[in-house]
């Protein structure tokens, strides 16, 4: 895949993650409205958090990972109807095994709720609320895992479109669902799974024309299928990796004495925000690149899988420095703009501005990550991101311990910002041993060029808040109007390549 192609992939990616994430700022404004950060939003969160406990096992994480690079390899070397009959045995073994999951959370959901939030154990009422509302989540497991393959047979076959408007229905439901329900939690569990129901069913049509159908057999023998399994142990440990990471600023969030009252509900709505640039440009650029990747090296292609590499680090540092930054400076007026309404308080938005601002410093690593993880998966090594994960979760207990009680629950935002820069930089260095210098000096000229950029838009951001006495939606869209023109106008003069690059593709577009 060419630079060209990349960018057009990372762009369809992009524009739907960002339709869905604006619809996600509705939703998540709507819940913030009727619940808060009181007793029915922490219980909503938790159990959410919980029916998503393998999410990204069967997401835009591991089995995607895994699915893309084996099912690339079967297309380029043995054909679209050998890729198809392999489709067929992953989608045999899923079903089942999505199946077993759901059923075995709705059981266990009384002990599940204790180990992920035992604070709520102080509260009889929480944790029962939160108990119910886990039973009813658990089937979004199965919904979502289907919708993950599909995905990941798309992808291979060069699909975007489809797969990444998907979570624009699942939003949408929960929004309407919410309005139509109102402070009846279970309207959001209601939206839950009929969002998931209609972000499946959107994928099927570019499925069947590919030549796929979708049915149960009961083949489940494929050479390939065992070398998914292999890839995957590793692979499902660094996702529990990551999900023991969330549910240990759960459980500490939880804390209520130490993080503060709401902080769970705090953390949920600041990553809803923080999340944002992440997930329209990191995990899109990911997600276009890891099909490219994986051919490069089905092809024994060093050298592009290589330059592929480095053009998405360094598109990353373009995005997501000024990101963060901007994350940072604006923290608290986004907070009380979008969601202080109704039952989410002033101390709502306190607490959850806090841990936005922490957050951010963690920015630009968690989009690295996506891109390097990425490419050892490319190479078929699932091992490597999960030993780097597991050292990066030892790093952020620790500092969580540490941080919490002077900084609340800004303490486990900064932990978790700590870890991923540990784990983004890891990765980095193993993946540079692996493949050699793939340029070290461009993407640190290419850094060094975005950061200046950004202090210049800092001080645009800083002006503007001294300037403007209290903020509304029109003066936050107009004051971070001004930082990205700021930052571009920068870049420009500064001479940063991804500019010029961009402006370069879309004067060929035009």
């Known amino acids: 895949m060419s630079k060209s192609k990349l960018i057009k992939s990372t762009g369809t990616i992009g524009v739907a993650t960002a339709i869905s994430r604006v619809l996600g700022f509705v939703r998540d404004i709507v819940i913030a409205k009727l ?13 959410f958090r919980i029916s998503n406990l393998l999410r990204d096992l069967v997401g835009e994480g591991a089995m995607n990972s895994v699915f893309v690079p084996v099912f690339t390899d079967e297309l380029t070397k043995n054909g679209r109807r050998e890729f198809l009959k392999l489709a067929q045995v992953v989608l045999n073994i899923m079903f089942w095994l999505l199946l077993a999951a759901a059923i075995a959370g709705v059981l266990a959901a009384p002990f599940i709720v ?12 929480k944790f029962q609320i939160t108990v119910i509302l886990t039973r009813f989540l658990f089937p979004f497991l199965v919904l979502v895992g289907l919708w993950a393959y599909a995905m990941g047979v798309l992808n291979t076959l060069g699909y975007f479109a489809a797969p990444a408007f998907g979570p624009c229905l699942l939003n949408l439901s929960m929004i309407l669902c919410a309005i139509w329900f109102g402070e009846n939690v279970f309207g959001l569990v209601a939206g839950v799974l009929a969002g998931g129901f209609l972000q499946l069913i959107i994928q099927l049509p570019p499925l069947y024309s590919s030549g796929w159908s979708f049915k149960i057999t009961k083949e489940f023998s494929h050479p390939k299928a065992g070398k998914i399994g292999v890839l995957l142990i590793p692979r499902a440990i660094g996702a529990c990796v990551y999900q023991v990471n969330v549910f240990i600023s759960t459980i500490l969030a939880s804390l209520s004495s130490i993080a503060g009252e709401g902080a769970v509900a705090a953390i949920y709505y600041a990553n809803r925000l923080w999340q944002l640039p992440l997930a329209i440009f990191g995990i899109a650029l990911a997600q276009a690149a890891l099909p490219a990747m994986s051919r490069h090296v089905a092809s024994s292609d060093i050298t592009k899988l290589k330059d592929t590499v480095l053009f998405s680090v360094k598109a990353l540092f373009f995005i997501l420095i000024p990101s963060s930054n901007g994350l940072m400076m604006l923290a608290v007026p986004m907070t009380k703009v979008l969601f202080e309404r109704g039952a989410f308080t002033a101390y709502s938005s306190a607490i959850t501005s806090n841990a936005l601002f922490f957050y951010a410093f963690g920015l630009v690593a968690c989009g690295g990550i996506k891109v390097l993880v990425n490419a050892f998966y490319s190479m078929h090594d699932t091992a490597t991101p999960a030993k780097t994960a597991g050292a990066s979760l030892v790093l952020n207990i620790a500092l969580a311990l540490i941080l919490m009680r002077p900084l609340k629950v800004g303490g486990l935002a900064l932990a978790t910002s700590a870890s991923a820069t540990f784990n983004f930089l890891a990765l980095y260095f193993l993946l540079e041993k692996r493949l050699g210098d793939f340029g070290r000096r461009s993407l640190l000229d290419s850094l060094l060029r975005v950061i200046s950029a950004s202090i210049i838009m ?32 920068a870049s420009y003069i500064l001479r940063v390549k991804e500019l010029r690059e961009g402006i370069s593709w879309i004067t060929r577009r035009r």
């Open 114 to 125: 204790r180990i992920i939030a035992p604070g709520f154990l102080m509260d009889a009422e």
């Open 458 to 489: 800092a001080a645009v951001l800083k002006f503007l808040l001294i300037y403007f006495v209290s903020f509304n939606a029109f003066i936050l869209a107009l004051t971070v109007t001004a930082g990205f023109v700021s930052f571009i106008a």
């Open 35 to 47: 619940f808060g950060t009181a007793i029915y939003a922490q219980a909503f969160v938790v159990a």
